[in-house]
């Protein structure tokens, strides 16, 4: 059954705003009242769903934010929201055209499956938690810059928060990840990271850093996120997931590294996403 879920959704919210802020520009939705053809005018898809189980008094519940591009070039549109059917699992295999079908999907696999646990397993009046945010949070004449912000709470002492990105290009729907990066500046773009992750932690030195991680992290031989780095109007943006390099007190490590810094590290192709109408005139 279909339920008002307003202070969790907020909550969810005001925590993806708080992530969208590292990225020092959140996603402006104004659009030129021209009448362009390629003209991106998106759309908002607000979706709640919970679910019971009698002999627990558990629930399972489910919430979604996406925001995604109604009107613009029809390979993006396409893109972003195959994109998004990845993201949420993969496993929808129907028309897209219906956003709101594919998240209904989802949320009927993840309750179905919660409450047949809570039902078996769960302890008197603990609840699950499924929340996801999706939205562009940085734009150019080019390019945008995806987040995709994924809260769980099955049990435990805390939840478990995900969060990733995609740079697509505008014209074709093109998705950026880690190939907006030269293949022979990948060290180098290493020890970029290395370097301004240092600000996240508030350290100054390798050693200071090291204790930071886990023991099983290079401090010096950095390694690279799993998350593909992501455009940003500070620079590009890489961030770890929980747990990828440090303990779960440290949260989603984060650096951007700022684009005269970084700038020859990059492809050809992606400098030119980063060009802005600054840039252009």
């Not at 295999?93 to 219906?98: H, N, W």
């Amino acid at each position: 059954m279909n339920m008002k879920k307003s202070n969790s959704l907020a909550r969810l919210l005001m925590a993806a705003t708080a992530t969208c802020l590292t990225l020092s520009s959140c996603w402006n939705n104004t659009t030129s009242e021209k009448n362009e053809p390629d003209k991106i005018v998106y759309d908002t898809l607000n979706f709640e769903k919970m679910d019971s189980t009698f002999s627990t008094h558990a629930q399972a519940s489910f919430t979604a934010n996406i925001i995604y591009p109604k009107q613009g070039p029809e390979n993006l549109k396409r893109n972003i929201k195959e994109w998004t059917n990845e993201q949420l699992g993969g496993y929808y295999t129907y028309s897209l055209d219906t956003l709101e079908h594919v998240v209904d999907y989802y949320a009927d696999m993840l309750i179905k499956n919660a409450i047949e646990e809570l039902d078996e397993y769960a302890e008197r009046n603990v609840s699950y938690t499924y929340d996801w945010v999706i939205q562009p949070v940085y734009e150019t004449p080019r390019s945008i810059s995806y987040q995709v912000y994924n809260y769980n709470f099955t049990g435990g002492a805390h939840g478990g928060r995900y969060i990733t990105y995609a740079t697509f290009r505008k014209d074709d729907g093109r998705i950026f990840g880690w190939d907006m990066i030269k293949h022979d500046s990948i060290y180098a773009v290493r020890e970029m990271i290395r370097e301004n992750i240092k600000t996240y932690f508030k350290v100054k030195t390798d050693e200071e850093l090291k204790q930071y991680l886990f023991d099983g992290t290079n401090a010096y031989l950095f390694p690279l996120p799993v998350t593909p780095p992501v455009l940003t109007e500070e620079g590009v943006q890489f961030v770890y997931q929980q747990y990828e390099i440090a303990p779960y007190a440290a949260g989603n490590p984060t650096c951007t590294i700022p684009y005269e810094q970084i700038y020859s590290s990059l492809t050809s192709t992606a400098q030119q996403l980063t060009e802005t109408e600054e840039n252009e005139e």
